[in-house]
């Protein structure tokens, strides 16, 4: 099913949470609302389930008008951060539960709470109770339960956050595999940008209830329009450095950096630490080398310019050790200049 | 400070701590409770003098062959039978109501706890006015209803519901207390996630708040079975100090009392009392072993 938000806002008294959206989601995609705490995403999510009423716009499901509709009409399936399995109920119980209330019949509704489970990977725990269950699992049994009526859409709201490390990765790919077996549009909030790289087909990317970009996880990546979405995605973080343009040089503190740019202002140049080349002779600026470090297959190298701190990653032909001068030029991936208000020029 | 003396403090401290209690429990419960154990199995044990006639079961086979015991226990029975199960259904009903989110909820929550803080012998002098067969409000009442007054306090037979009645309604604000309490303690999200799901008040109420309940239900069965048991006090207002209107509603409590301060047999009475006290400790046993296999999670 397609979600379309024609100019959606929540006001919690004079606050507002969500301001003025205006979006298509397609059906089949997976889509994540990203964006720091506090920003609107669980909101937007609450209101597109219902659970939170919208102040101004229209939610419209397919071309079906669903702002007023209650959340048990709007076909949906909801996954909580803390899961919310029912402690009394077995895993058999809690998956079958939504068909219960359906007044479906015991051993239909439990041949595919099986079926679901196999789905998920938890048939083989089917008398547990929740529990008994590792976080992982109940979150299994959680997509499982909400996934038992069929749902239109699935909308998960920070389901990851509750796990440690390694299960996080294994379960953001089970998400994503769950989703393209079932293929149901699947709306997923969370505010972990690695989280939301990895597994989506879109990114809603969101600040203090403002939309700022949406599109492909990558396309945000190399092409981002706003300085917020440069910053907010990318690890290690985008360098950024807020200066004046004067012909042909940006300058920060009066040291300078060779740039193509067209007008003399206030910029903020943003520099990917993957987007710094090294070059001896035709270098852009030079600056120091503070530390390396060696992670895993990489060597981040921090440099020294002015008073500024720079991350980019060391090649194996660098003979350079720590406290030498060594000249860098920027490629042009990577590289993106913002005004003062934050938008890209 | 030396050492030895720091450690000597840390095994004095916590016992200096624990001391005021041990005093109080040994005093008031342990020492009563083996003296009682004791004097029941001395047959005419007179206080005063401390002596008595035989060591032995005779206590015992009096009071277990004695029809006035026989019948206390049969009318506490009753009493605790209909008591406890109706005063716990009303007050589930009533909880759920006041755990509602409503304006001027505080109100209704501070009515039905004011007989907590009332005194029962008070009360109860207001519900013998009120179970009064020619003026009292209840049977008003019921004549709205075409139904013909009913005789709460002359006609013997009836002194038993007078008694359920009054007692349902005395234990009514603990019960609604405790279960209150249990309810604010279920996860509303759980509420949420049935509702989302079309859940019907009731198929909630049954399928979700019943089983998350269910171990405040067992609390409260057991301190309701063991309170109402004990049923004693209720008696004086309603009854003028009589154990019903025509010596007809022995309860069990009332009888050890009769045969304490009335009739001076104190070896009967402990044994009386002994007889109770094991009841109780079978039925609270039998109880939590029925819990356990209710425990859901």
Redesign the interface.
């Known amino acids: 099913m397609q979600v379309n938000l024609k100019n959606v806002t929540k006001k919690f008294n004079d606050f507002k949470a969500v301001n003025n959206f205006t979006l298509t989601f397609e059906e089949g995609e997976l889509i994540c609302l990203l964006g720091p705490s506090g920003c609107g995403k669980s909101t937007l999510l609450n209101m597109i389930s219902g659970i939170i009423p919208v102040t101004e716009g229209k939610i419209f499901f397919d071309d079906r008008d669903v702002t007023n509709l209650a959340p048990q009409h709007r076909e949906i399936g909801l996954v909580f951060q803390n899961y919310a399995l029912y402690p009394h109920m077995s895993v058999l119980e809690n998956i079958s539960f939504p068909l219960e209330i359906k007044k479906v019949e015991k051993k239909e509704r439990e041949a595919l709470a099986v079926e679901m489970a196999k789905l998920v990977k938890v048939d083989t725990l089917l008398d547990r109770k929740p529990a008994e269950l590792s976080g992982g699992q109940q979150q299994r049994v959680a997509i499982a339960r909400a996934l038992i009526k069929k749902p239109k859409i699935l909308l998960l709201d920070e389901p990851l956050s509750n796990l440690d490390a390694r299960l996080r990765l294994e379960m953001r790919e089970e998400i994503r595999r769950i989703q393209q077996e079932t293929k149901v549009t699947t709306i997923f909030v969370t505010h972990d940008q690695e989280e939301a790289m990895s597994i989506s087909d879109k990114i809603v990317l969101m600040k203090d209830g403002v939309l700022m970009q949406v599109d492909k996880p990558q396309v945000l990546y190399d092409n981002p329009l706003k300085e917020f979405v440069s910053t907010f995605l990318g690890n290690p973080p985008i360098n950024t450095i807020k200066g004046n343009y004067n012909n042909g040089f940006f300058e920060y503190n009066n040291q300078k950096i060779k740039l193509n740019y067209h007008t003399n202002e206030e910029i903020t140049l943003a520099i990917r630490p993957e987007a710094i080349d090294f070059d001896e002779e035709n270098y852009d600026f030079k600056a120091v080398i503070k530390e390396r470090f060696k992670i895993g297959k990489e060597e981040l190298l921090m440099l020294q310019f002015n008073d500024l701190l720079l991350r980019t990653y060391a090649t194996d032909e660098l003979n350079k050790n720590v406290g030498d001068e060594i000249g860098l030029k920027l490629k042009n991936k990577g590289v993106f200049i913002f005004d003062n208000k934050g938008d890209r020029k | 400070m030396s050492r030895q003396q720091f450690s000597l403090n840390n095994k004095i401290e916590p016992i200096l701590y624990l001391s005021p209690f041990f005093f109080g429990l040994i005093i008031w419960t342990l020492y009563p409770f083996i003296n009682v154990l004791l004097i029941s199995f001395k047959e005419n044990y007179n206080l005063l003098t401390g002596s008595y006639k035989n060591l032995g079961l005779g206590n015992y086979i009096y009071v277990l062959n004695n029809l006035k015991f026989l019948n206390a226990l049969r009318n506490t029975g009753i009493y605790v039978i209909f008591t406890v199960p109706i005063s716990t259904f009303l007050a589930l009903i009533f909880a759920n109501l006041l755990n509602q989110k409503l304006k001027g909820i505080a109100l209704f929550q501070t009515a039905y706890f004011l007989p907590l803080v009332t005194s029962a012998t008070a009360i109860g002098l207001v519900w013998k006015l009120m179970f009064n067969t020619n003026f009292g409000a209840i049977n008003q009442i019921l004549s709205y209803l075409n139904i013909s007054p009913i005789h709460w306090l002359d006609y013997p037979k009836n002194n038993i519901y007078t008694l359920i009645i009054f007692g349902v309604w005395n234990i009514l604000p603990f019960t609604i207390i405790l279960l209150l309490s249990g309810l604010q303690n279920i996860?509303p999200?759980?509420y949420?996630?049935?509702?989302?799901?079309?859940?019907?008040d009731f198929?909630i109420f049954r399928?979700?708040t019943i089983?998350?309940l269910s171990p405040t239900i067992g609390l409260v069965l057991i301190i309701n079975t063991i309170s109402t048991s004990k049923v004693y006090s209720e008696l004086f207002p309603i009854f003028s100090g009589r154990p019903g209107i025509a010596d007809n509603l022995y309860t069990v409590v009332y009888y050890i009392y009769d045969l304490f301060y009335v009739k001076w047999d104190l070896g009967k009475a402990a044994a009386a009392s002994v007889i109770l006290f094991l009841i109780l400790f079978a039925l609270t046993l039998s109880q939590l072993q029925i819990q356990k296999k209710w425990k859901?999670?």
């Not at chain 2, 949420?192 to 019907?200: I, N, Q, Y």
């Open positions: 996860n999200l759980y949420t996630v049935a509702k989302l799901d079309g859940a019907s198929k399928r979700i089983p998350l859901h999670y």
